[in-house]
């Protein structure tokens, strides 16, 4: 199946400091991708959507400005936490639909723990 | 909006017994809807999925039938491992995807 790979797996930062997390389509194009919050035992709250091109969209109750979403590429697209908090603590996934197949690929996800 | 609801866990189970958790959902229109797993520290894998009404997706012996009628798209298995001890989301994809609140497994020897 397709792959998306996200980059880093884990990241350890101090407060009010900025984190930026990859996704990456290995072996397809991707116009469009998706960032999920997961808190602890909690299912995936989707954040945005990443739009190739163009202005990500946020879901109601996202900082626009504190996760800033980059989609430069076809098959890359970054999460830029700003100014990092505590309560920002957590596992970051996304997610890309492969042309074609209907479905939506995931990468490993991203745990950011903030100091 | 969408909406995916997730039969409540933890569900604890013996090795060898049958597994069922239930998922309903709502929307507009014809979604494609799937099941994921989650192994601890992980992402989310793709375990099944179904594209429309009446298919079955079936995957290292876990199905699930597409049931329009019913709104719902439930897992089972018929003998479950200590190995498929993990959290399970059912998801339904219509422009963007929702998930349920997930299922925590536990299959004891």
């Known amino acids: 199946g397709a792959v998306v790979s996200q980059h880093p797996s884990r990241v350890i930062c101090k407060s009010g400091t900025s984190v930026k997390i990859e996704c990456r389509s290995l072996?397809?194009?991707?116009?469009?991708m998706f960032w999920y919050r997961q808190f602890p035992k909690k299912s995936l709250m989707l954040m945005a959507t990443s739009n190739e091109g163009s202005k990500a969209t946020y879901e109601q109750g996202v900082e626009k400005d504190k996760f800033l979403i980059n989609h430069a590429s076809l098959t890359l697209s970054t999460l830029t936490v700003t100014s990092a908090h505590p309560e920002d603590s957590s596992f970051y996934i996304c997610s890309a639909g492969a042309p074609g197949t209907g479905e939506l690929f995931f990468g490993e996800g991203s745990r950011l723990t903030v100091l | 909006g969408d909406s995916v609801t997730q039969m409540e866990g933890p569900v604890t189970l013996s090795e060898e017994a049958f597994l069922t958790i239930n998922c309903t959902y709502t929307a507009t229109g014809y979604p494609s809807l799937f099941w994921y797993v989650q192994y601890p520290g992980e992402g989310l894998q793709l375990l099944l999925k179904a594209t429309k009404a009446d298919d079955k997706g079936s995957n290292k012996g876990f199905e699930a039938t597409y049931r329009k009628e019913t709104t719902s798209f439930h897992l089972e298995k018929g003998s479950v491992q200590v190995s498929d001890s993990a959290v399970y989301f059912c998801a339904l994809l219509m422009s963007k995807s929702t998930f349920g609140d997930g299922t925590t497994l536990t299959v004891k020897p």
């Open positions: 072996d397809f194009q991707a116009t469009t």
